[in-house]
């Protein structure tokens, strides 16, 4: 049988540590990394680290490959404490034949909050995340989220959050604000994840912009806008966390000067 066939997942809770043998790769990062290689993402993450519940098809014990507080470790029923070093040796070996992948995943540490761990190009790493930025672009995905839900334009009240471009723009501004306090080697560790939420509350607050450009008639909300509004997401679209290339940056500029010419006839 071939050593890759050998170990299967076996969903189940992970068994706990409490004996010597210890994983080859001590940093969790890297047993992440060739963990995913064999069996892709872990079957639960959360309580400061990721677990694998696995089976050895050979001899038909089961063990958790896990990462905790303590580090990397291997969870095993105590009943089969003293079959399962042979096994465990073996699954070592499977895993330093492994080359690691890519990957990354995210959870709450009590010591330290919002906390990754993963490996890029082979390269482990792991350490605390930006808490405040994180905690706000969380709350802002589950907004959005929500929002594209059960957001019904024919429907919706034009003040509605969903159909409202200053509430998205107050988002967007609070992100920018965020973004802006918080120190750049801890911005890198969600920088995607950063443009991509202010990408798309850019792009709410132009479209409900537009539809109240568009209303035939003429109302106080329509006005402010108008007036305080445009100026407002010219600042935010200048921001550094939307970065765009020439054409990018000129097509937005050429867009928002549409949006204006649309308010004002």
């Known amino acids: 049988m071939d050593r890759r066939e050998r170990f299967e997942r076996n969903p189940g809770i992970c068994l706990g540590s409490g ?48 990462s905790a507080a303590s580090g990397p470790a291997y969870g095993v029923n105590p009943v089969d404490r003293a079959a399962i070093g042979p096994v465990l040796e073996a699954f070592d070996r499977l895993l330093t034949q492994t080359m690691p992948a890519d990957c990354t995943i995210e959870y709450e540490s009590e010591a330290s909050g919002p906390y990754r761990v993963g490996s890029l190009s082979g390269r482990p790493f792991e350490g605390p995340l930006p808490a405040e930025l994180v905690r706000l672009l969380q709350t802002l995905e589950e907004t959005r989220h929500r929002e594209a839900g059960h957001h019904d334009v024919s429907n919706a009240p034009s003040d509605a959050s969903g159909d409202n471009p200053w509430t998205t723009m107050a988002d967007l501004g609070r992100l920018v604000s965020v973004w802006r306090q918080t120190p750049p080697e801890e911005c890198a560790a969600v ?14 607050t132009m479209e409900s912009a537009a539809r109240i450009a568009d209303c035939p008639v003429a109302t106080p909300f329509r006005e402010s806008f108008a007036e305080a509004g445009l100026d407002e997401l010219r600042t935010l679209a200048d921001s550094p966390l939307l970065e765009m290339s020439g054409p990018g940056r000129q097509s937005l500029a050429r867009r928002i000067a549409d949006l204006a010419a649309r308010f004002r006839s």
Do not use: I, K, Q, T
């Open 191 to 204: 920088e995607a994840r950063a443009r991509a939420v202010a990408a798309a509350l850019l792009e709410a």
């Open 19 to 66: 004996m010597g043998h210890r994983p080859a790769y001590a940093h969790p990062g890297e047993f992440l990394a060739r963990l995913w290689a064999l069996f892709g993402p872990p079957g639960h993450v959360g309580d400061g680290g990721f677990d694998y519940a696995l089976r050895d098809r050979v001899s038909g014990l089961a063990f958790n490959a896990y």
